[in-house]
């Protein structure tokens, strides 16, 4: 039913005070279009459009920070393959630099080392065999804060090396989690693929990364949702199962699939779980503090006891933090809530809906950054239409609720069916960077929506944060290089996996190149890794 003046008028009131939410339980049954229209009213102009002013600064729980705009950007061809011959895709799931690597060159370009993960492979068309894996690269740039003539490049992202992923002998797979290896040796039951030639092995998502000064990694995925722990050489040593209200059951028993058989089966594709993470709405978002002892980790969207399969209702996500002082002995220490903003999308079938989160990153004790993006527009989705949101923005969690002590044996909810609890308080969420913002990417010949040879590809999944260094232009104190790396889905003409003995043609029929983008921007409480 329509909202009565008055409720409309109470509704917008209270959401802008901070003491109602979209969702919120006691506007049950309320048109959700009209609900969502009062809701998007209560927001700030800039969250909702791709116009917003350049350099404008954004204060944050009291903290102010200023984007100083976009400065390179490059990319790298659909059809680049790595070292065993696969193609070099899908890698901007996460991103980690070797901070102490980057430096000044004598040219005014800047030049380090960075980490990045692929997900799961090549995965349009159902999931493949592929090996989970990190690549390693030499990023160069020479910021700008003009303008690229004809639409050419300053940033180069050279390929350098891969490390595959193991558990013990076995290989680990990016095939659908159809399958669970039993508890044993300190790890929990694991989500699984069966092989062709190694039988079953632990199935892996990657969406989320971390490198440690040691040169090991932390790694969120999405099957589980799951975090694991692996040494420099690749091999996994923990496995951290998260609370029982995110593990996925269906019909009672513990199911990790994601609803994508392997390519060219006659498996049916997974309904989402009962309860638990929704099919591919895992640990997308994965931070940790400086000190290397609190590691963060975030859900792409709701659980299903959420509201997690509702496109409306989908918004309030779970963040965990760990205390991983021991890594074999993780401890949970602290759960919050984050409501994601809601959109009007372009198309109108598909109105109104949720956000989601695509990577977390830590910037002080209680604020992170959180890259928040819309999906199905942009380079690769197969859509003509323009995103209505891609943004850097801040979360924080100073004066949210924890709610880790509701945590049991069982599932818990907190926003059962999509409608928040009452007394619950949510993070703390600004708006910061506009990916979309056509004056920026109109300097790199690039823009929001058509025509394809110059679209700002669909989805970007990670950040990682750079110092600018001393006698760079633009230095300062406080100043940083913000990075976000494209996922192209490996979508290509030309592609290979099975370590290159399978050739495969994307049903797309297009090519869609990794991109990169890089801004500047003052990020007073931001403490850099050494």
């Known amino acids: 039913m329509p909202i009565p003046d008055q409720i409309a008028i109470e509704l917008v009131f209270k959401i802008a005070a901070g003491g109602a939410s979209y969702g919120s339980s006691e506007y049950e049954g309320l048109e959700e279009v009209n609900i969502m229209?009062?809701?998007?009213?209560?927001?700030?102009?800039?969250?909702?459009?791709?116009?917003?002013?350049?350099?404008?600064?954004?204060?944050?729980?009291?903290?102010?920070?200023?984007?100083?705009?976009?400065?390179?950007?490059?990319?790298?061809?659909?059809?680049?393959?790595?070292?065993?011959?696969?193609?070099?895709?899908?890698?901007?799931?996460?991103?980690a630099p070797d901070v102490s690597s980057f430096q000044l060159l004598k040219n005014g370009s800047i030049r380090g080392t960075i980490f990045a993960v692929p997900d799961r492979g090549w995965n349009t068309e159902g999931s493949v065999d592929y090996q989970s894996r990190i690549h390693k690269f030499q990023l160069t740039f020479n910021p700008t804060f003009g303008s690229i003539a004809n639409g050419s490049q300053n940033l180069n992202l050279g390929y350098e090396d891969t490390t595959l992923f193991f558990k013990g002998d076995s290989p680990t797979t990016g095939l659908d989690a159809d399958y669970v290896i039993p508890a044993s040796d300190g790890f929990p039951d694991l989500p699984a693929g069966k092989t062709d030639g190694n039988g079953t092995v632990p199935a892996i998502d990657q969406e989320g990364l971390?490198?440690?000064?040691?040169?090991?990694?932390?790694?969120?995925?999405?099957?589980?949702?799951?975090?694991?722990?692996?040494?420099?050489?690749?091999?996994?040593?923990?496995a951290i199962r998260p609370p029982q209200s995110f593990v996925p059951y269906r019909d009672g028993e513990l199911s990790f699939s994601s609803g994508n058989p392997p390519v060219g089966?006659?498996?049916?594709?997974?309904?989402?779980?009962?309860?638990?993470?929704?099919?591919?709405?895992?640990?997308?978002?994965?931070?940790?503090?400086?000190?290397?002892?609190?590691?963060?980790?975030?859900?792409?969207?709701?659980?299903?006891?959420?509201?997690?399969?509702?496109?409306?209702?989908?918004?309030?996500t779970r963040q965990l933090t760990y205390d991983v002082t021991f890594r074999n002995h993780p401890r949970l220490i602290s759960e919050y809530i984050v409501q994601q903003p809601g959109i009007f999308d372009p198309q109108e079938d598909k109105n109104p809906r949720a956000t989601a989160i695509s990577e977390l990153h830590y910037l002080s004790h209680n604020q992170f950054f959180a890259l928040t993006r819309d999906s199905d527009h942009g380079r690769g989705s197969g859509s003509d239409t323009p995103s209505t949101y891609r943004h850097i923005d801040i979360v924080s969690q100073r004066d949210a609720t924890?709610?880790?002590?509701?945590?049991?044996?069982?599932?818990?909810?907190?926003?059962?069916?999509?409608?928040?609890?009452?007394?619950?308080?949510?993070?703390?969420?600004?708006?910061?960077?506009?990916?979309n913002n056509n004056t920026d990417l109109a300097r790199f010949g690039l823009q929001n929506g058509p025509p394809f040879a110059t679209e700002l590809n669909e989805k970007w999944e990670s950040i990682a944060i750079v110092p600018v260094p001393r006698g760079a232009k633009g230095y300062g104190e406080k100043e940083f290089y913000i990075i976000s790396i494209s996922?192209?889905?490996?979508?290509?003409?030309?592609?290979?996996?099975?370590?290159?003995?399978?050739?495969?043609?994307?049903?797309?029929?297009?090519?869609?190149?990794?991109?990169?983008?890089?801004?500047?921007?003052?990020?007073?409480?931001?403490?850099?890794?050494?």
Not at 50 to 78: D, F, M, Q, W
Not at 502 to 523: E, F, I, P, R
Request: hydrophobic residues 35%.
């Open 402 to 435: 924890d709610i880790v002590r509701q945590e049991g044996p069982g599932s818990v909810a907190v926003a059962p069916n999509g409608y928040l609890l009452p007394n619950l308080k949510v993070e703390d969420y600004c708006s910061f960077i506009d990916i």
């Open 487 to 530: 996922d192209n889905d490996f979508i290509t003409q030309n592609g290979y996996y099975n370590f290159g003995r399978t050739q495969y043609a994307d049903a797309s029929g297009v090519n869609v190149d990794t991109q990169v983008l890089v801004w500047q921007a003052h990020l007073p409480n931001y403490i850099a890794v050494e």
């Open 37 to 95: 229209a009062y809701w998007l009213m209560a927001f700030p102009v800039h969250q909702l459009t791709s116009k917003s002013i350049r350099l404008e600064p954004s204060t944050c729980i009291g903290i102010t920070y200023i984007n100083r705009g976009l400065v390179a950007y490059g990319s790298i061809a659909s059809d680049a393959r790595d070292s065993f011959g696969d193609t070099l895709g899908g890698f901007g799931s996460a991103a």
């Open 265 to 316: 089966s006659d498996i049916e594709e997974a309904d989402d779980p009962d309860n638990g993470r929704a099919n591919n709405h895992g640990f997308e978002g994965l931070a940790i503090s400086t000190d290397e002892r609190y590691l963060t980790v975030q859900l792409q969207e709701a659980l299903v006891q959420d509201g997690g399969t509702h496109s409306t209702r989908q918004n309030n």
């Open 210 to 238: 971390i490198r440690l000064r040691d040169g090991s990694y932390w790694i969120s995925d999405e099957y589980g949702p799951y975090i694991y722990h692996f040494t420099e050489q690749g091999q996994m040593t923990t």
